[in-house]
């Protein structure tokens, strides 16, 4: 089991950035990690996700503007925010998933609230 602490939200003027962090309680290199959000009144979406070799995937909102990559060495995984939008407006969460003998384990953050407001 492990457990995750997101940081690094807060409000940022349009066209700015953030880098959020998520610090797991122990090792990640088994995890395949990644970044969700969720708006008011919206379903929590994938932002990004890295898997145990490094590969990455963004939804398409994020491409070419947010970056994930992940330090196993210091148990954290990042979230490099560029050109941000009104609508990147959310609360973002950290989540970790390790599948063994076809069961699924599933960890999440608290979440960081990111805020893009004039």
């Known amino acids: 089991q492990v457990q995750l602490v997101e940081s690094g939200g807060g409000l940022v003027q349009p066209g700015g950035s953030l880098r959020l962090s998520c610090a797991a309680s122990?090792?990640?290199?088994?995890?395949?990690m990644g970044w969700y959000r969720q708006a008011p009144g919206k379903q929590r979406e994938l932002v990004a996700g890295?898997?145990?070799?490094?590969?990455?995937n963004y939804a398409d909102s994020a491409k070419g503007r947010f970056t994930i990559s992940r330090d196993n060495a210091k148990n954290t995984v990042y979230l490099q925010m560029n050109s941000l939008k009104p609508e990147d407006t959310a609360a973002y969460y950290c989540?970790?998933?390790?599948?063994?003998?076809?069961?699924?384990?599933?960890?999440w953050g608290q979440g960081t609230q990111v805020t893009v407001s004039s």
């Open positions: 989540n970790a998933v390790w599948k063994r003998f076809g069961i699924q384990y599933d960890y």
């Open positions: 890295i898997t145990t070799g490094g590969s990455t």
């Open positions: 122990g090792s990640i290199f088994i995890y395949v």
